[in-house]
Protein backbone atom coordinates (compact mmCIF):
# COMPACT_ATOMS: atom_id res chain seq x y z
CA UNK A 1 0.00 0.00 0.00
CA UNK A 2 1.81 3.02 -0.95
CA UNK A 3 -0.15 5.44 -2.52
CA UNK A 4 -3.70 7.49 -1.65
CA UNK A 5 -6.81 6.70 -3.70
CA UNK A 6 -6.90 8.60 -7.00
CA UNK A 7 -9.52 10.44 -8.68
CA UNK A 8 -12.28 9.09 -9.68
CA UNK A 9 -12.06 5.66 -8.08
CA UNK A 10 -13.38 5.98 -4.86
CA UNK A 11 -15.79 8.53 -4.70
CA UNK A 12 -15.54 11.85 -6.53
CA UNK A 13 -12.73 14.20 -5.08
CA UNK A 14 -13.71 17.08 -2.88
CA UNK A 15 -12.24 20.11 -4.15
CA UNK A 16 -8.41 20.50 -5.02
CA UNK A 17 -5.33 20.48 -3.65
CA UNK A 18 -5.57 22.56 -0.63
CA UNK A 19 -2.38 23.77 2.38
CA UNK A 20 -3.24 22.24 5.74
CA UNK A 21 -2.30 22.15 8.72
CA UNK A 22 -1.36 18.98 10.89
CA UNK A 23 -2.06 18.81 14.20
CA UNK A 24 -1.59 16.28 17.22
CA UNK A 25 -4.17 15.46 20.37
CA UNK A 26 -3.42 12.92 22.65
CA UNK A 27 -1.71 11.21 20.16
CA UNK A 28 -4.16 11.47 17.18
CA UNK A 29 -3.16 13.21 14.20
CA UNK A 30 -5.62 15.87 12.41
CA UNK A 31 -5.45 17.93 9.73
CA UNK A 32 -7.16 21.19 9.34
CA UNK A 33 -7.60 23.70 5.97
CA UNK A 34 -5.08 26.33 6.47
CA UNK A 35 -7.25 28.94 5.33
CA UNK A 36 -9.63 28.62 8.08
CA UNK A 37 -6.81 29.18 10.66
CA UNK A 38 -6.44 32.68 11.18
CA UNK A 39 -3.72 32.55 14.15
CA UNK A 40 -1.95 29.84 16.00
CA UNK A 41 -0.82 31.17 19.72
CA UNK A 42 0.68 29.60 22.51
CA UNK A 43 -1.35 29.13 25.43
CA UNK A 44 1.35 30.49 27.34
CA UNK A 45 0.89 33.88 25.13
CA UNK A 46 -2.90 34.61 25.63
CA UNK A 47 -2.32 36.68 29.08
CA UNK A 48 -5.47 38.44 30.03
CA UNK A 49 -7.30 37.77 26.78
CA UNK A 50 -8.65 34.20 28.01
CA UNK A 51 -11.54 34.14 30.74
CA UNK A 52 -12.25 30.94 32.71
CA UNK A 53 -16.25 30.56 32.65
CA UNK A 54 -18.68 29.11 34.92
CA UNK A 55 -21.05 26.39 32.81
CA UNK A 56 -21.87 22.84 32.25
CA UNK A 57 -23.36 22.78 29.33
CA UNK A 58 -20.75 22.77 27.08
CA UNK A 59 -18.13 20.54 28.87
CA UNK A 60 -15.49 20.95 26.29
CA UNK A 61 -15.34 24.80 26.52
CA UNK A 62 -13.91 26.24 29.43
CA UNK A 63 -12.44 29.89 28.70
CA UNK A 64 -13.92 32.69 26.41
CA UNK A 65 -10.91 34.33 24.51
CA UNK A 66 -11.46 38.20 23.82
CA UNK A 67 -9.75 38.32 20.37
CA UNK A 68 -9.39 41.37 18.04
CA UNK A 69 -13.44 42.63 18.35
CA UNK A 70 -14.40 38.64 18.82
CA UNK A 71 -15.39 36.74 21.86
CA UNK A 72 -14.25 33.02 20.79
CA UNK A 73 -15.07 30.12 22.58
CA UNK A 74 -11.90 28.13 23.64
CA UNK A 75 -12.55 24.40 22.63
CA UNK A 76 -10.36 21.82 24.36
CA UNK A 77 -10.25 19.57 21.16
CA UNK A 78 -9.36 16.51 23.39
CA UNK A 79 -12.67 16.81 24.65
CA UNK A 80 -14.17 17.56 21.45
CA UNK A 81 -13.35 14.11 19.99
CA UNK A 82 -13.90 12.09 23.36
CA UNK A 83 -9.63 11.60 23.55
CA UNK A 84 -7.62 11.09 26.75
CA UNK A 85 -7.29 14.47 28.31
CA UNK A 86 -3.92 15.84 27.88
CA UNK A 87 -1.99 19.55 28.41
CA UNK A 88 -2.64 21.66 25.17
CA UNK A 89 0.33 23.96 24.61
CA UNK A 90 -1.18 25.78 21.43
CA UNK A 91 -4.60 27.17 20.44
CA UNK A 92 -5.32 27.48 16.81
CA UNK A 93 -7.80 30.45 16.51
CA UNK A 94 -10.06 29.92 13.49
CA UNK A 95 -11.25 32.39 10.82
CA UNK A 96 -13.94 33.98 10.86
CA UNK A 97 -15.74 32.30 13.62
CA UNK A 98 -15.97 32.83 17.15
CA UNK A 99 -13.91 29.51 18.06
CA UNK A 100 -10.45 28.86 18.67
CA UNK A 101 -9.17 24.89 19.70
CA UNK A 102 -6.75 24.15 22.25
CA UNK A 103 -4.22 21.66 20.49
CA UNK A 104 -1.36 19.92 21.93
CA UNK A 105 1.15 20.67 19.13
CA UNK A 106 1.40 21.25 15.97
CA UNK A 107 3.14 18.99 13.33
CA UNK A 108 3.89 20.59 10.08
CA UNK A 109 2.03 22.29 6.94
CA UNK A 110 1.43 20.89 3.38
CA UNK A 111 -0.48 20.49 0.43
CA UNK A 112 -2.78 17.28 0.47
CA UNK A 113 -4.17 16.42 -3.36
CA UNK A 114 -7.72 15.98 -2.21
CA UNK A 115 -9.63 15.34 1.01
CA UNK A 116 -11.88 12.03 0.29
CA UNK A 117 -15.45 11.50 1.43
CA UNK A 118 -16.03 10.04 4.73
CA UNK A 119 -17.64 6.37 4.19
CA UNK A 120 -20.92 5.77 4.82
CA UNK A 121 -20.61 3.70 7.43
CA UNK A 122 -19.45 6.31 10.02
CA UNK A 123 -22.79 8.04 10.67
CA UNK A 124 -22.67 9.32 14.20
CA UNK A 125 -21.28 12.53 15.33
CA UNK A 126 -18.06 12.56 13.05
CA UNK A 127 -20.39 13.45 9.84
CA UNK A 128 -20.76 16.73 12.04
CA UNK A 129 -16.90 16.31 12.87
CA UNK A 130 -14.75 15.42 9.75
CA UNK A 131 -15.21 16.82 6.19
CA UNK A 132 -13.07 13.75 5.10
CA UNK A 133 -10.54 11.65 5.22
CA UNK A 134 -6.97 12.61 3.68
CA UNK A 135 -3.69 10.04 3.37
CA UNK A 136 -0.37 11.51 4.61
CA UNK A 137 2.67 9.35 5.50
CA UNK A 138 0.82 6.08 5.03
CA UNK A 139 -1.59 7.10 7.63
CA UNK A 140 -5.18 8.29 6.91
CA UNK A 141 -5.66 11.52 8.49
CA UNK A 142 -9.15 12.86 9.61
CA UNK A 143 -9.40 16.41 8.36
CA UNK A 144 -11.66 18.60 10.65
CA UNK A 145 -14.87 20.69 9.67
CA UNK A 146 -14.31 24.23 11.49
CA UNK A 147 -17.92 24.44 12.01
CA UNK A 148 -18.30 21.26 13.96
CA UNK A 149 -16.43 22.15 17.12
CA UNK A 150 -19.02 24.04 18.29
CA UNK A 151 -23.01 23.50 16.86
CA UNK A 152 -25.26 26.45 16.79
CA UNK A 153 -27.00 25.18 19.18
CA UNK A 154 -23.80 25.33 22.08
CA UNK A 155 -22.89 29.03 20.26
CA UNK A 156 -26.34 29.72 21.71
CA UNK A 157 -26.45 27.97 24.89
CA UNK A 158 -22.50 29.85 25.90
CA UNK A 159 -23.93 33.04 24.85
CA UNK A 160 -26.89 32.66 27.52
CA UNK A 161 -23.60 31.20 29.82
CA UNK A 162 -21.94 34.37 29.15
CA UNK A 163 -24.06 36.91 29.08
CA UNK A 164 -24.32 37.70 33.04
CA UNK A 165 -20.88 38.49 33.11
CA UNK A 166 -21.17 40.88 30.26
CA UNK A 167 -22.32 44.05 33.12
CA UNK A 168 -19.54 43.20 35.06
CA UNK A 169 -17.29 43.50 31.88
CA UNK A 170 -18.65 46.90 31.11
CA UNK A 171 -18.40 48.39 34.64
CA UNK A 172 -14.72 47.25 34.93
CA UNK A 173 -14.19 48.78 31.58
CA UNK A 174 -16.15 52.04 33.21
CA UNK A 175 -13.93 52.17 35.89
CA UNK A 176 -10.50 52.01 34.10
CA UNK A 177 -12.14 54.86 31.63
CA UNK B 1 -33.86 -17.60 -14.54
CA UNK B 2 -31.11 -19.26 -16.28
CA UNK B 3 -28.92 -22.44 -14.51
CA UNK B 4 -26.22 -20.00 -14.24
CA UNK B 5 -27.91 -17.23 -12.25
CA UNK B 6 -29.07 -20.22 -9.69
CA UNK B 7 -26.27 -21.52 -9.40
CA UNK B 8 -24.75 -17.90 -8.73
CA UNK B 9 -27.88 -17.50 -5.87
CA UNK B 10 -26.64 -20.46 -4.45
CA UNK B 11 -23.08 -20.29 -4.16
CA UNK B 12 -21.20 -18.56 -1.12
CA UNK B 13 -18.53 -17.35 0.75
CA UNK B 14 -17.42 -19.41 4.21
CA UNK B 15 -16.02 -17.50 6.43
CA UNK B 16 -14.50 -18.00 10.45
CA UNK B 17 -15.15 -15.17 12.63
CA UNK B 18 -13.69 -16.40 16.14
CA UNK B 19 -14.73 -20.06 16.48
CA UNK B 20 -17.89 -19.92 14.18
CA UNK B 21 -18.05 -19.97 10.44
CA UNK B 22 -21.01 -18.14 8.53
CA UNK B 23 -21.99 -17.97 4.91
CA UNK B 24 -22.45 -14.82 2.60
CA UNK B 25 -23.31 -14.76 -0.63
CA UNK B 26 -20.95 -14.79 -2.98
CA UNK B 27 -22.24 -12.47 -5.03
CA UNK B 28 -22.05 -9.52 -2.58
CA UNK B 29 -18.37 -10.64 -2.02
CA UNK B 30 -15.39 -8.26 -4.06
CA UNK B 31 -12.03 -10.29 -2.74
CA UNK B 32 -10.06 -11.75 0.06
CA UNK B 33 -7.90 -8.93 0.90
CA UNK B 34 -4.20 -9.15 2.79
CA UNK B 35 -4.03 -7.65 6.29
CA UNK B 36 -3.30 -4.43 5.38
CA UNK B 37 -2.59 -1.96 8.23
CA UNK B 38 -6.26 -0.72 9.75
CA UNK B 39 -6.36 2.82 10.30
CA UNK B 40 -8.02 4.36 13.08
CA UNK B 41 -9.08 7.71 14.26
CA UNK B 42 -12.11 9.19 16.72
CA UNK B 43 -15.81 8.44 15.89
CA UNK B 44 -18.64 7.53 17.36
CA UNK B 45 -20.08 4.35 15.18
CA UNK B 46 -19.41 1.54 17.54
CA UNK B 47 -19.55 -1.30 14.83
CA UNK B 48 -16.91 0.36 12.78
CA UNK B 49 -13.24 -0.04 13.80
CA UNK B 50 -11.25 2.14 11.54
CA UNK B 51 -10.48 2.30 7.71
CA UNK B 52 -8.02 0.37 5.29
CA UNK B 53 -7.06 1.17 2.00
CA UNK B 54 -7.97 -1.12 -0.80
CA UNK B 55 -7.35 -0.57 -4.44
CA UNK B 56 -6.87 3.10 -4.02
CA UNK B 57 -10.23 2.70 -1.92
CA UNK B 58 -11.17 3.71 1.60
CA UNK B 59 -13.23 1.35 3.10
CA UNK B 60 -14.72 0.99 6.48
CA UNK B 61 -13.99 -1.83 8.47
CA UNK B 62 -16.57 -3.23 10.57
CA UNK B 63 -15.61 -5.19 13.80
CA UNK B 64 -17.48 -8.00 12.86
CA UNK B 65 -16.40 -9.82 16.03
CA UNK B 66 -18.36 -7.15 18.46
CA UNK B 67 -21.65 -7.80 15.77
CA UNK B 68 -22.16 -11.07 15.64
CA UNK B 69 -20.25 -12.59 18.99
CA UNK B 70 -20.21 -9.53 21.30
CA UNK B 71 -16.63 -9.56 21.51
CA UNK B 72 -13.84 -8.63 19.64
CA UNK B 73 -11.72 -11.31 18.41
CA UNK B 74 -8.17 -11.49 18.20
CA UNK B 75 -6.26 -12.70 15.47
CA UNK B 76 -8.08 -12.24 12.58
CA UNK B 77 -5.49 -12.54 9.65
CA UNK B 78 -7.17 -11.36 6.56
CA UNK B 79 -9.97 -8.99 5.08
CA UNK B 80 -13.30 -9.81 3.35
CA UNK B 81 -14.40 -7.25 0.93
CA UNK B 82 -17.85 -6.87 0.28
CA UNK B 83 -20.90 -4.79 -0.51
CA UNK B 84 -22.90 -4.50 2.52
CA UNK B 85 -23.91 -1.07 3.67
CA UNK B 86 -27.52 -1.35 3.07
CA UNK B 87 -28.98 1.84 0.75
CA UNK B 88 -25.22 2.83 0.06
CA UNK B 89 -24.00 -0.11 -1.15
CA UNK B 90 -20.65 1.15 -0.04
CA UNK B 91 -18.01 -1.49 -0.29
CA UNK B 92 -16.78 -2.89 3.28
CA UNK B 93 -14.18 -4.70 4.84
CA UNK B 94 -14.91 -7.57 7.47
CA UNK B 95 -11.55 -8.94 9.11
CA UNK B 96 -11.85 -13.03 9.21
CA UNK B 97 -9.77 -15.44 9.96
CA UNK B 98 -8.34 -16.50 6.86
CA UNK B 99 -9.92 -19.86 6.28
CA UNK B 100 -12.23 -19.43 4.14
CA UNK B 101 -13.78 -21.48 0.93
CA UNK B 102 -16.50 -21.58 -1.76
CA UNK B 103 -19.81 -23.71 -1.09
CA UNK B 104 -22.95 -24.53 -2.63
CA UNK B 105 -25.65 -26.10 -0.75
CA UNK B 106 -29.03 -26.31 0.05
CA UNK B 107 -30.36 -22.96 1.58
CA UNK B 108 -33.36 -23.61 4.15
CA UNK B 109 -34.95 -20.53 5.92
CA UNK B 110 -33.97 -19.27 9.20
CA UNK B 111 -35.54 -20.72 12.77
CA UNK B 112 -37.67 -18.64 14.35
CA UNK B 113 -35.33 -17.66 17.14
CA UNK B 114 -32.13 -16.99 14.82
CA UNK B 115 -31.25 -13.51 14.87
CA UNK B 116 -32.64 -11.09 12.03
CA UNK B 117 -29.25 -10.68 10.68
CA UNK B 118 -29.68 -15.13 9.59
CA UNK B 119 -31.31 -14.57 6.21
CA UNK B 120 -30.83 -18.40 5.97
CA UNK B 121 -29.50 -21.74 6.83
CA UNK B 122 -26.69 -23.22 4.77
CA UNK B 123 -26.66 -26.88 4.12
CA UNK B 124 -23.48 -28.62 3.68
CA UNK B 125 -22.98 -32.11 4.57
CA UNK B 126 -24.11 -32.65 8.16
CA UNK B 127 -23.29 -29.01 8.90
CA UNK B 128 -25.67 -25.82 9.44
CA UNK B 129 -24.28 -22.33 8.60
CA UNK B 130 -25.48 -19.16 8.99
CA UNK B 131 -26.49 -17.28 6.31
CA UNK B 132 -25.80 -13.53 7.00
CA UNK B 133 -27.22 -10.72 5.95
CA UNK B 134 -24.85 -7.74 6.48
CA UNK B 135 -26.24 -4.87 6.07
CA UNK B 136 -28.88 -5.87 8.74
CA UNK B 137 -26.00 -7.09 10.94
CA UNK B 138 -24.22 -3.74 10.24
CA UNK B 139 -27.62 -1.70 10.80
CA UNK B 140 -28.73 -3.79 14.52
CA UNK B 141 -25.38 -2.55 15.89
CA UNK B 142 -22.75 -4.59 17.77
CA UNK B 143 -24.24 -7.57 19.81
CA UNK B 144 -25.35 -6.97 23.84
CA UNK B 145 -23.13 -9.22 24.92
CA UNK B 146 -20.45 -6.41 23.89
CA UNK B 147 -20.92 -4.77 27.02
CA UNK B 148 -19.12 -1.60 25.12
CA UNK B 149 -20.18 2.50 26.07
CA UNK B 150 -21.70 2.83 22.31
CA UNK B 151 -21.30 6.47 23.00
CA UNK B 152 -17.86 6.60 23.28
CA UNK B 153 -15.60 7.78 20.74
CA UNK B 154 -13.43 5.11 19.84
CA UNK B 155 -9.55 6.27 18.73
Redesign the interface.
Known amino acids: ?1 S ?4 SG ?2 TARRGKPEAIILFWV ?3 M ?1 AIAAESVQEIRSTDSLGGAANEIDQQAVPKVHHVLEWGRRTCYVVNAGAH ?3 PVTRPTLVLILRGMRVAVLVDRIDRMMEIPAV ?1 PL ?8 RR ?1 YRG ?1 T ?1 VD ?5 VVAPSGFLSPEELAELDRAIKPLAPQHEMEGAAQA | MTAGDNSSQNSFVLLRIGAQRFALPAALVAELAPPVKLHRFPHTSSSVSGVIIRRRRILPVYDAGSLLLGKGVAAQQIYLVARCAGAQKELSAIPVNGECEMATGEVQPPDGDRPSYVKGTLRIGEECVDILDLAILIASGPSTGAGADHTEARP
Open positions: MAAPREQSRQFFGLYPQAFAGEEWLYDSVIP
